[in-house]
């Protein structure tokens, strides 16, 4: 993996022994869903920066809210890192973050993308986009979601198995937005309307559409802009006649989930996790994982690397995350009983 815009760090790594052995309690330990290599590279600055280590807990959203609540008091984490909306939001739910104070990241992160109380954060957005092939389709074949559940796409439609979180959040937002009847046809819709039976993740989707096995492909935009810059030439090759198109953009918007942060409520060193999390929303980390991840910066004053900006503006549909959160549960029934897998 190369790394952009990360070229301050250079005169640092040479020394990076030291930053290895910090001052005794001089340590976060982050349990965090996220996994992409951007996230160590800025764990290695902050700890070059700051001589704080950094300790990365990884897992699902389900483990990860399990282990706080069992650790109690007794947990090391100081941070909880998700990449769904919905999850931080049960984490809230649940008691396990503890409010926020800082003035600066106030400053960063527009009110939108916090929580009302200050128990959480966006480090990133993430819109959930449609993916075509530019000599197959043209984009104004797809409009909406909406038009992935209509006759026209019988047999063409990649996506994920409903067990995943994106599609979770996505479909509990059009329950928000549609209603609970117009969500379930939706859903039903698209499962008649399946390439194949949804496997793999989202990257296993764009590959379907790349392929030829399906038409379309219902995934994170950040996906294609990873596979568009992978290392391995072949894989930028197979992904070159793809592009985004942005849903809904006539109507309500495309659908936004969030990577969110909190502080654990039983964070053995809060300022630390506040100190991370103002690193995490500064400008030049914002940037970076923009750049190299192909995130949406949360922090609105950071523009957007020209990856992003190539795939455009657009409208977007950011729910308050309550609504997002009180449909959760009604977005799995609906999966279930629609038979998405
Ligand atoms: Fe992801």
Known sequence: MRFRLLTALLPFLAC???????????????????????????????????????????????????????EGEHSPAGLLVTVDVGAIWEARQRGLLQPIDSSVLKASIPSALRDAEGYWLALTKRPRVLVYDRERTSPEELPSYETLATPAWRGRVAVRSSANSYNQTLLAAMIARIGEQEARNWAAGVVANFARPPIGNDRTQIRAVADGQADVALVNAYYLGLLQNADQASVREQVANLAIVF????????????????????????????????????????????????????????????????WGPFKEDLLPPAEIGRHRESARRLFEEVAWP
């Open 16 to 70: 990076a022994h030291l930053a290895a052995q910090p001052a005794a309690g001089q340590g976060i330990t982050l349990y965090s869903q996220r996994h992409y290599p951007i996230d160590r590279e800025l764990f290695r600055q902050f700890e070059e920066a700051t001589g704080i280590a950094v300790r990365v807990e990884q897992g699902d959203a389900a483990q990860l809210l399990q282990r706080l609540e069992e």
């Open 247 to 310: 849903p809904n953009q006539a109507g309500r918007g495309t659908h936004v989930n969030l990577s969110a942060a909190g502080i654990a409520k039983h964070s053995p060193h809060p300022d630390l996790a506040v100190r991370l999390l103002e690193f995490l929303t500064g400008e030049a980390a914002q940037a970076a994982l923009a750049e190299n991840n192909h995130e949406y910066p949360a922090n609105p004053r950071v523009p957007w690397p020209e990856g992003l900006k190539a």
